[in-house]
């Protein structure tokens, strides 16, 4: 079955960065559009990043252009969000997903999910 299992969240100071890694297991990863999505308490999950299959295309929410940067490495079936520049607001779980149609950063183009890996970014 589809596993996705994030790593890579923790404690980080704002300005600081982080790297979230997601391993994928029980698809043909390399086929997928993935993407990175995030929830912050009391707060709708929103898209963050999205990645095409073969990473031509690159998709990334408004609130971390410039910062964020999403690859993939599909010789190892892995994800990975790059996080520069943290910022208070970043602050949230973030969550992996595995696009079922299209590509982008809706909710509704995902199927799969892994559990969620916590950032907290402080002052």
């Known amino acids: 079955q589809v596993q996705l299992v994030e790593s890579g969240g923790g404690s980080v100071q704002a300005g600081g960065s982080l790297r979230l890694s997601c391993a994928a297991s029980?698809?043909?990863?390399?086929?997928?559009?993935m993407g990175w999505f995030r929830q912050a308490p009391g707060k709708e999950r929103e898209g963050v990043a999205a990645?095409?299959?073969?990473?031509?295309?690159?998709y990334l929410a408004g609130s971390v252009k410039g910062r964020f940067t999403v690859s993939r490495d599909d010789a190892k079936n892995t994800l990975y969000l790059q996080m520069n520049s943290l910022q208070l607001e970043d602050s949230a779980i973030y969550y992996c997903?595995?696009?079922?149609?299209?590509?982008?950063?809706?909710?509704?183009?995902?199927?799969?999910w892994g559990q969620g890996t916590q950032v907290t970014v402080s002052s």
């Open positions: 997903a595995a696009a079922s149609i299209g590509c982008g950063l809706g909710r509704n183009d995902y199927n799969d």
């Open positions: 029980g698809f043909p990863f390399s086929a997928f559009c």
């Open positions: 990645i095409s299959s073969g990473g031509s295309m690159t």
